[in-house]
């Protein structure tokens, strides 16, 4: 849709080719119905939030970077608010705003059709077209891929674009989930599914010990894992990993605040002045109570005991415990629960301030459908809104008709 409007703003006639009855579902479910569009961070911070290579985003963003994308929606009725984290919304805290602003935007316009219902089978022979499932051709002087990735197939998402990519000669990096949920090989028990851990550590490495990934803040456990933003994030770093067999080791750390000598001074004075208590009873002095079962299968210390009867070696099991709660990660939810896809169109192989195919001229990629992904925030979608703008606009300037 961005590339649409972008494209029929230069004066081109566009044709916008939409597999479902309507366009936009994905952008209408975003950020969970309220559609984080982007983030403000400068441009430094937020390239280092982008992979494989964000660098290869500079010349896009400096035709439309965040005050830009902000200004678009503003000057479209749609009043913006800042949150925590640098994150953008709508005011209204609804992604319908967004999604309707630019549909408005393309249906006022008589240079725009957008064919719904249309879903595409291959490219035309010159690569400047489409043909549809049902043999017609769509064909223009320039075309635009921007059909997403593999995440939320239920939106339309079937990875045609990179089917296309392929037919037209270029490389395609295997696409993996990406900011999704991290399944465990360890059982979760019953008391923890749902349960939300908040203000904890969480360290994923290989099974050596090299750390991969290290973060702070909320997470949540589900029948086959653990989720939660800070799962969402570790997932980019770990995914295409996972996906190739190998197994991880996550590490939470319940006491983030502590390091260990603090926090066995601590756990030396409460076993001190609670001794008459057994230890099943006062674990509630360190650890919510969903979290006790756990604890008790894993430090091997008698329930009974009181805590004047724990010994030096069982206080240093309990204070591993509280630092470092391993699990085995051995997969990753799919695509109808990831954010975004991992992978895609090699980055190399399109011009990064046109997003022209150095392959076949007149062919442009926008989007999820380049093997770029970023971390929660509102970065992946600023990705898709500057990729669009670039390719609509570069589209529009050739001599005859874009679709």
């Not at 949920?181 to 059982?187: H, K, R, W, Y």
């Not at 260990?260 to 208590?277: F, H, M, P, V, W």
């Not at 992978?343 to 380049?370: D, H, I, Q």
Request: overall charge neutral; proline content about 5%; hydrophobic content about 40%.
């Amino acid at each position: 849709m961005m590339a649409a409007v972008a494209a029929a703003e230069s004066g081109a006639e566009v044709v916008l080719v939409e597999k479902m009855d309507q366009a936009g579902r994905k952008l209408r479910i975003t950020g969970k119905g309220r559609c984080n569009l982007t983030n403000t961070a400068p441009l430094k911070d937020f390239i280092t939030h982008i992979g494989p290579d964000g660098r290869w985003m500079r010349n896009c963003f400096a035709q439309m970077f965040n005050t830009q994308l902000m200004e678009f929606f503003e000057q479209r009725n749609v009043p913006l608010i800042e949150e925590r984290g640098n994150r953008v919304f709508p005011q209204s805290g609804k992604s319908l705003d967004i999604f309707l602003a630019l549909i408005n935007d393309l249906e006022r316009r008589p240079n725009v059709e957008i064919r719904k219902n249309c879903a595409v089978k291959s490219l035309t022979d010159d690569r400047h077209g489409v043909r549809l499932q049902d043999g017609t051709a769509i064909r223009g002087d320039a075309l635009i891929i921007a059909t997403g990735g593999l995440s939320y197939p239920t939106t339309g998402s079937t990875g045609i674009g990179y089917r296309l990519a392929e037919e037209a000669g270029h490389t395609v990096i295997p696409q993996v989930p990406s900011l999704v949920s991290l399944t465990c090989e360890e059982p979760i028990p019953q008391d923890l599914v749902g349960f939300v851990l908040k203000n904890v550590g969480l360290a994923i490495t290989l099974p050596n010990g090299k750390k991969l990934y290290d973060g702070f803040g909320e997470m949540t456990f589900t029948p086959q894992g653990i989720d939660g933003p800070i799962v969402l994030s570790a997932s980019r770093q770990v995914s295409r990993m996972l996906h190739n067999g190998e197994k991880l080791i996550a590490h939470i750390d319940l006491k983030p605040a502590l390091d260990e000598e603090k926090l066995d001074r601590r756990l030396i004075a409460d076993l001190d002045s609670n001794g008459t208590r057994i230890f099943n009873d006062a674990l509630r002095l360190w650890l919510p109570a969903e979290l006790i079962q756990l604890a008790l299968t894993r430090l091997h210390i008698e329930y009974y005991k009181r805590l004047h009867q724990i010994n030096a070696a069982e206080r240093k099991r309990l204070l591993h415990f509280l630092k470092d709660v391993t699990f085995t990660l051995n997969g990753t939810g799919d695509y109808n629960t990831a954010v975004v896809t991992q992978g895609g169109v090699c980055t190399k192989e399109v011009n990064p301030k046109t997003m022209e195919s150095k392959l076949v001229p007149g062919l442009y990629f926008a989007g999820e459908v380049l093997d770029l992904d970023a971390d929660t925030g509102g970065f992946n979608l600023q990705i898709a809104f500057s990729t669009g703008f670039a390719a609509g606009k570069a589209a529009a300037k050739l001599p005859d008709p874009a679709i």
